[in-house]
């Protein structure tokens, strides 16, 4: 019974290259959710899907990211034209559905950017 | 502006002693707190949690307090171990809405042996 995975655990990118990030939820979940944390912060909110659908996505810039759950394979998240500041751990979670009380994240063990 | 703070970057605790690691929150919205435990190069895991109908729950050797008037929530661990070291972090949400998860800056333990 695997855990989120996630992939590349280690990403390195040149400026203006683009980066993409794959998460595979925990079997049986069908809530994917991703968050950033930046050196000394904590961990921000971006998005939010589930199959074929963005539920929210009020945490992501609007420029260069984009993500996408697809009816079949892993979530991506998508960077294009990377810039230095986009250098972060890239964290996916993932939830079953839960009709009613809370949903308690399983997170994996992320995916470190470095853009140089 | 941070709708969950969490004011101590750092503690140091001795083993065998208690560690407590504070949280505050400015949402009163919030009815559903959770503390993640991080260590280097993992992803955080789910540690224990408290609804709002709450004042106290406990699992083992941590229990979690919540003072909804204050709006502060705190940790505690007894007694602490050095395998306790790690980065915590505190977070709400609002069931109903089914918001995301905000999460606080976290807070670095170190339990000394």
């Known amino acids: 019974n695997a855990g989120v995975m996630q992939n590349p655990r280690h990403l390195v990118r040149r400026r203006g290259q683009e980066a993409r990030l794959r998460c595979s939820p925990m079997?049986?979940?069908?809530?994917v959710y991703w968050y950033r944390q930046l050196p000394e912060e904590g961990l921000k909110f971006m998005v939010y899907?589930?199959?074929?659908?963005?539920?929210?996505e009020s945490g992501m810039p609007k420029e260069r990211f984009s993500a996408e759950f697809p009816k079949e394979g892993p979530s991506i998240l998508r960077i294009q034209q990377v810039v230095r500041g986009d250098s972060a751990a890239y964290f996916c979670?993932?939830?079953?559905?839960?009709?009613?009380?809370?949903?308690?994240?399983?997170f994996g063990a992320g995916s470190r950017l470095t853009v140089l | 502006d941070q709708q969950v703070k969490q004011n101590s970057p750092s503690l140091s605790v001795q083993e065998g002693r208690i560690s407590i690691l504070n949280c505050d929150y400015t949402?009163?919205?919030?009815?559903?707190f959770l503390w993640y435990k991080k260590y280097p190069a993992e992803g955080p895991t789910f540690l224990i949690s408290i609804s709002s109908i709450k004042d106290k729950n406990e699992d083992g050797r941590f229990t979690v307090f919540l003072n909804k008037s204050a709006k502060h929530l705190s940790l505690h661990i007894v007694p602490s171990q050095p395998g306790d070291s790690a980065v915590y972090f505190c977070a709400a949400m609002v069931i109903r809405g089914n918001t995301p998860l905000v999460f606080g800056k976290g807070t670095r333990l170190s339990v000394i042996a």
């Open positions: 899907l589930q199959k074929e659908n963005i539920i929210d």
């Open positions: 979670a993932s939830s079953r559905l839960m009709a009613a009380g809370a949903n308690v994240l399983t």
């Open positions: 079997k049986g979940h069908s809530h």
């Open positions: 949402n009163s919205m919030f009815d559903y």
